[in-house]
């Protein structure tokens, strides 16, 4: 009999062992759960997921459990800087249990910070317009100085745009002009029909302007000399003189110009039977140049001219000019520049007689403005 007493209390100690084990484990299995749904609610950002599975474990003995579990995942949000997510966390955490003062805690501390980060994005904002207004400001004044003061101009560029230039800068212009007086202008002139060679001796004058728009530049070459000495010892003047506006496409090239004019070369002779030079011709002209030409301060331009004037005339059977000029500054300040210009022109008239070729070398003093 004691024997059979002693094995029913091995019995049901073995039973009570086993029921406390499968409460412990129920007990675990809920907690997993719940802390699986509480990644799932954090995972999603979702609050409303957060307070169901509160609600849900709000009876539980291990409540406290769940709580402390969502405070963990709030300071790692906080860690990862989502503040937002983690400061609504923590109020759900609140609605469900507000004597949970680790919750309060953190809910106050996240709502700081986001608060300085507020303040601080706000202060950057005002400087920023603080600094955008201040420069506004300098530069209506400045705007307002220039245009109201006795030593500033309003000019139009040729882009169209409008900048403000003082005197020390007046200068800018939309205009290039240049001005010149050759005081040596000798010709060598060689005939073929009759044999014929004189060198002479002249003064010359001429003028170049270029005037800039948005995409065209107008021009004008002008010049005209006079030969009254002849080496030679003949009583022979000749007299040139041309006019010649050009005009480039700036988009396609500005240096570039079209040329159409008028041009006179004109003899007296006492004997020309003896030179055979070609008569008075006066004929309309039309040709290519390449003008504005720049080397550091040294100017160039060249030309070719086609003399159309020809058809008019029985003896001339083609007429045609070249030409090339260097203008060295000498001198250069803020208005203008002084230099020497340097040109050499060929004019070749081909006759029913033969050819008469006339060489030209100018040497003048050339004074220009300066076009910045």
Not at 174 to 195: M, S
Not at 230 to 237: F, L, N
Not at 273 to 296: K, W
Not at 335 to 361: H, W
Request: net charge negative.
């Amino acid at each position: 009999m004691p024997k059979k007493k002693n094995i029913l209390r091995a019995l049901f100690f073995l039973a009570g062992l086993f029921l406390c084990a499968t409460g412990v484990f129920a007990q675990s299995y809920d907690i997993v759960v719940a802390y699986n749904k509480i990644d799932a609610a954090f995972s999603h950002q979702s609050t409303s997921e957060l307070s169901s599975v509160l609600q849900a474990y709000k009876d539980n003995r291990d409540y406290d459990l769940c709580e402390a579990y969502a405070l963990k995942k709030t300071r790692q949000f906080i860690i990862q800087e989502k503040l937002d997510f983690a400061r609504a966390a923590a109020l759900t955490v609140i609605d469900n249990n507000i004597d949970n003062f680790d919750a309060i805690d953190l809910y106050s501390y996240i709502d700081q910070v986001l608060l300085t980060k507020e303040s601080e994005r706000k202060a950057l904002e005002n400087r920023k317009q603080l600094e955008a207004e201040q420069k506004a400001a300098v530069a209506e004044r400045t705007k307002q100085r220039i245009q109201t003061g006795d030593t500033y101009q309003t000019v139009v560029t040729s882009s169209g745009k409008s900048v403000y230039i003082n005197d020390k800068q007046v200068s800018y212009s939309k205009v290039k002009w240049t001005l010149k007086l050759g005081i040596a202008d000798l010709l060598f002139q060689k005939i073929t029909e009759p044999d014929y060679a004189s060198l002479k001796y002249g003064l010359a004058a001429g003028a170049d302007v270029l005037s800039a728009t948005d995409e065209w530049i107008l021009g004008a070459d002008l010049f005209a000399d006079v030969l009254m000495l002849s080496m030679s010892g003949e009583d022979e003047m000749l007299v040139s003189g041309r006019f010649v506006p050009h005009i480039a496409y700036s988009p396609f090239n500005k240096h570039l110009f079209l040329r159409m004019g008028v041009a006179l070369y004109a003899l007296s002779s006492d004997n020309r039977d003896a030179s055979g030079s070609t008569d008075t011709f006066i004929t309309h002209v039309v040709g290519i140049g390449l003008h504005n030409l720049f080397a550091g301060e040294t100017n160039f331009s060249l030309h070719y001219d086609y003399c159309l004037g020809h058809f008019a005339y029985d003896n001339i059977t083609s007429a045609m000019e070249a030409g090339a000029t260097v203008l060295l500054p000498l001198n250069v300040n803020e208005r203008t520049k002084i230099g020497v210009e340097l040109g050499i022109s060929n004019l070749l008239f081909v006759t029913s007689d033969g050819i008469d070729n006339r060489t030209k070398v100018t040497f003048a003093i050339g004074v220009g403005n300066v076009n910045k």
